[in-house]
């Protein structure tokens, strides 16, 4: 016991020889951003007030480089996003820390809740110290429905381009130079059946700013609250 102690002394004592205090809080994990994202809870939970999705997997950047925003016609975005950048991009449901290789690049999946309703992608990007310019993202979650929800339909702005699937169908696409506008484009009427549905997204932007909002509503545009979003 009085050696435990004499070498705690010992590395306490170098601690403070280097400034450093031995009893100092740990350094903020890599992919936490404290002013637009969180670590996710253990648990399952609702879309907020307003219908928005805030908890998703967010894959760190493939490098897609564009000098402007105007090549993204819809000829365009489907040859880009219907590329196979890694396995098993349009369906698996990737756990949080999964690396893919991306052009022999290692990219990692980070699960996170947004603190807004619209996810910052450029803040996700410049946080982890890559590129945000020039780039594609990858979204995933995973909603949970205790029955049927029919006649909804996806409401989605971006910055800039995107396209979206649920449970590997394409439903949404959003294409040209766009500014992330609430419920910007809709999707035709859905229904969400019961148990698991996967939301899938492919954000493309050159230069500007990245983000995204994703909600569903009904057929009075009123926002779709009755399910949850599992923990990733």
């Known amino acids: 016991m009085i050696c435990f102690h004499f070498r705690s002394l010992q590395a306490a004592l170098l601690l403070a020889m280097s400034g450093i205090s031995a009893y100092a809080a740990p350094p903020a994990l890599p992919g936490t ?12 939970v609702a879309p907020d007030s307003e219908g928005f999705i805030r908890r998703w997997l967010l894959l ?24 196979e950048y890694f396995k098993g ?3 698996v449901v990737p756990s949080a820390g999964k690396v893919v290789k991306v052009d022999g690049k290692k990219l990692r ?3 996170l809740d947004s ?10 990007a410049s946080n982890l110290e890559k590129p945000v310019y020039g ?13 049927e929800i029919k006649d909804v339909r996806l409401a989605v702005g971006s910055n800039s ?15 040209g130079d766009r500014r992330m506008v609430v419920d910007d484009a809709m999707s035709r009427r859905l229904t969400l059946k019961k148990g698991r549905n996967i939301i899938r997204g492919a954000i493309i ?18 926002p779709v609250t009755g399910f949850t979003v599992e923990k990733l």
């Open 33 to 44: 951003m404290p002013n637009y994202f969180e670590q996710p809870s253990g648990e399952a």
């Open 60 to 83: 760190e950047p493939i490098e897609k480089p564009n000098r402007s925003n105007t090549v993204f016609t819809d000829s365009y975005l489907r040859e880009a996003f219907n590329t």
């Open 89 to 91: 991009q349009t369906t």
């Open 109 to 111: 999946w980070h699960a």
């Open 115 to 124: 603190k807004l309703f619209n996810i910052k992608l450029f803040r996700f």
């Open 135 to 147: 780039v594609l993202f990858w979204a995933v979650t995973v909603i949970d429905c205790e029955e």
């Open 161 to 175: 381009a995107s396209m979206w699937w649920i449970d590997g169908e394409e439903v949404l696409l959003l294409s």
């Open 205 to 222: 932007n050159g230069p500007g700013m990245s983000d995204f909002c994703v909600r569903f509503v009904d057929d009075k545009g009123a």
